[in-house]
T-cell receptor, first 113, second 115 residues
Framework: DQQVKQNSPSLSVQEGRISILNCDYT??????FLWYKKYPAEGPTFLIS?????DKNEDGRFTVFLNKSAKHLSLHIVPSQPGDSAVYFC????????????FGTGTRLKVLA | DAGVTQSPTHLIKTRGQHVTLRCSPI?????VSWYQQVLGQGPQFIFQ???????GRGNFPDRFSARQFPNYSSELNVNALLLGDSALYLC??????????????FGQGTRLTVV
């Protein structure tokens, strides 16, 4: 049972444009959500997070939106840069009493120069 | 400041063997978690340790075990290796284990190949 889903395995965007990465979850008990970026041969790098009491969190070029009623979150990157090309994972936690993360399967973003 | 460090970075083992992977968390972090990432999937939770006690366990067989030391470093042990254990093993550290808004920081991982 995939509780966190990233339905787009890949996304290509032109440099300077907006990248929108989407994530859906099924467990309404999740209360904390994170986005990680992963380059090949490296571990995931924390990007941005949001708690369920908010619907938006912004950090520089990165903004995460949370729609609890739709059980959907998205990551917006504006403007996109070639260095943003990586695999992006969304993760959720808080549903089980521990703070383990449940990860999606990832979306590979390619920013074209 | 040093980030999360894992050793070794790559490892090749034969089926049936045992492996030990090591992790040093960020200084001041008391919680360490282990994840397994197979190709094409997101990381899957294996264990979480805090103050040397197991705080969470994922859906992995008993061949997988872990421990945390007084200096908060951690080891992941896998016995009787199977081909399906080939994966990237990630260690993550965080300040606490049960706090809201607690992001975890990952090491570069250990790539285990079982032949």
């Amino acid at each position: 049972d995939q509780q966190v889903k990233q339905n787009s395995p890949s996304l290509s965007v032109q440099e300077g444009r907006i990248s929108i990465l989407n994530c859906d979850y099924t467990n309404s008990m999740f209360d904390y959500f994170l986005w990680y970026k992963k380059y090949p041969a490296e571990g995931p790098t924390f990007l941005i997070s949001i708690s369920s009491i908010k619907d938006k969190n912004e950090d520089g070029r990165f903004t995460v939106f949370l729609n609890k009623s739709a059980k959907h979150l998205s990551l917006h990157i504006v403007p996109s840069q070639p260095g943003d090309s990586a695999v992006y994972f969304c993760a959720a936690s808080g549903a089980s009493g521990t703070y383990k993360y449940i990860f999606g399967t990832g979306t590979r973003l390619k920013v074209l120069a | 400041d040093a980030g999360v460090t894992q050793s070794p970075t790559h490892l090749i083992k034969t089926r049936g063997q045992h492996v030990t992977l090591r992790c040093s968390p960020i200084s001041g972090h008391k919680s360490v978690s282990w994840y397994q990432q197979v190709l094409g999937q997101g990381p899957q939770f294996i264990f979480q340790y805090y103050e040397k006690e197991e705080r969470g366990r994922g859906n992995f067989p008993d061949r997988f075990s872990a421990r945390q030391f007084p200096n908060y470093s951690s080891e992941l042990n896998v016995n009787a290796l199977l081909l399906g254990d080939s994966a990237l093993y990630l260690c993550a550290s965080s300040l606490v284990w049960n706090g809201m808004n607690t992001e975890a920081f990952f090491g570069q991982g250990t790539r285990l190949t079982v032949v």
